[in-house]
Nanobody
Framework: QVQLVESGGGSVQAGGSQRLSCIASGYTGYYTMAWFRQAPGKEREGVAGISSNGGANYAASVQGRFTISRDNTKNTLDLQMNSLKPDDTAMYYC??????????????????WGQGTQVIVSS
């Protein structure tokens, strides 16, 4: 059983940056990890995923603005978000999967989830 805890959310102005972090209770080096987000009234969507060996993929909406990274020695997962837009406002979730990384990111493929951290981007 893996427990995930996110941190780093908050309010930021459009154009600003924010860094989200996720720490796992156990070793996650073999897991595919990802960030998802869910805005009010919308479905949960995949933002970025990273394989166990560090290969990363991004949703088109965040490509070039967000960077996902992981540290398998610390069991952490980060998401650096730059050039934030009001449309990025959502609850952001860290997730872990025993499956290989595939696109598009599908929430049903992920076995473990954090409680989420809120990001609010104001214009």
């Amino acid at each position: 059983q893996v427990q995930l805890v996110e941190s780093g959310g908050g309010s930021v102005q459009a154009g600003g940056s924010q860094r989200l972090s996720c720490i796992a209770s156990g070793y996650t080096g073999y897991y595919t990890m990802a960030w998802f987000r869910q805005a009010p009234g919308k479905e949960r969507e995949g933002v970025a995923g990273i394989s166990s060996n560090g290969g990363a993929n991004y949703a088109a909406s965040v490509q070039g603005r967000f960077t996902i990274s992981r540290d398998n020695t610390k069991n952490t997962l980060d998401l650096q978000m730059n050039s934030l837009k009001p449309d990025d406002t959502a609850m952001y979730y860290c997730a872990a999967s025993t499956r290989v990384l595939t696109l598009p990111l599908n929430a049903r493929d992920y076995d473990y989830w954090g409680q989420g951290t809120q990001v609010i981007v104001s214009s």
